[in-house]
């Protein structure tokens, strides 16, 4: 069965930094692109990015708004995918989830990581 | 940037069949997915490729699509379906949803 565990998150003031982690099992995890999703408390599910299998060059995208400050990476060695996030703003508060990509779908969801940024 | 357009709200009693629509431009040439999460719960995938269901979905999820809008279409809809409904679409290789509907089951 496929299980993701996100972990990472935490209370951070403006201005600073945090990385999220994501430990992926259950699926062939080195042959898949994984997202990453957020969701702001009582808001909809906003795209953060994703980051491409090694025989797409682990190539990453990103949404507009964390472009130039978030930093999508993964170690096929141990199934586990990382978001780098500096210059945190109050607009990033969010849980943060990470997903596996299959048939154009995010087809499973771990139960995501808080993270708060104030000060 | 490319938008995805739901409803905010559907409420209807149980046994009812909900329709949640899902508009955007040129959506017919994209796949359509949606998503359940129930209050306090992750997401769940209910509904890719604008028609499949995956393993485990109950067969009273269905989905179409049509020109520009998509549709979830709930059966019989029980108090357990109750929840948040996002559809998704690719746009230049970026990853979109709706703002979500909220259907209630009264």
Not at chain 2, 47 to 67: A, E, L, Y
Not at chain 2, 81 to 89: F, G, L, P, S, T
Request: proline content about 4%.
């Amino acid at each position: 069965e496929e299980r993701l565990v996100e972990s990472g998150g935490g209370l951070v003031q403006p201005g600073g930094s945090l990385r999220l982690s994501c430990a992926s099992s259950g699926f062939n995890f080195s042959g898949a692109a994984m997202h990453w999703v957020r969701q702001a408390p009582g808001k909809g599910l906003e795209w953060v990015g994703r980051i491409r299998s090694k025989v797409n060059n682990y190539a990453t995208g990103y949404a507009t708004s964390v472009k130039g400050r978030f930093t999508i990476s993964r170690d096929d060695s141990t199934n586990t995918t990382y978001l780098q996030m500096t210059s945190l703003k109050t607009d990033d508060t969010a849980v943060y989830y990470c997903t596996p990509q299959s048939a154009g779908a995010v087809y499973k969801w771990g139960r995501g990581t808080l993270v708060t940024v104030s000060s | 940037s490319y938008e995805l357009t739901q409803s905010p709200s559907v409420s209807l009693s149980p046994g009812q069949t909900a329709s949640i629509t899902c508009s955007g431009e040129k959506l017919e040439s994209k796949y359509v997915s949606w998503y359940q999460q129930r209050s306090g719960q992750s997401p769940l995938l209910v509904i890719f490729q604008d028609i499949k269901r995956p393993s485990g979905i109950p067969d009273r999820f269905s989905g179409s699509s049509s020109g520009n809008t998509a549709t979830l279409t709930i059966s019989g809809t029980q108090p357990m379906d109750e929840a948040d409904y996002y559809c998704q679409a690719w746009d230049s290789d970026t990853l979109v949803f709706g703002g979500g509907t909220k259907l209630t089951v009264l």
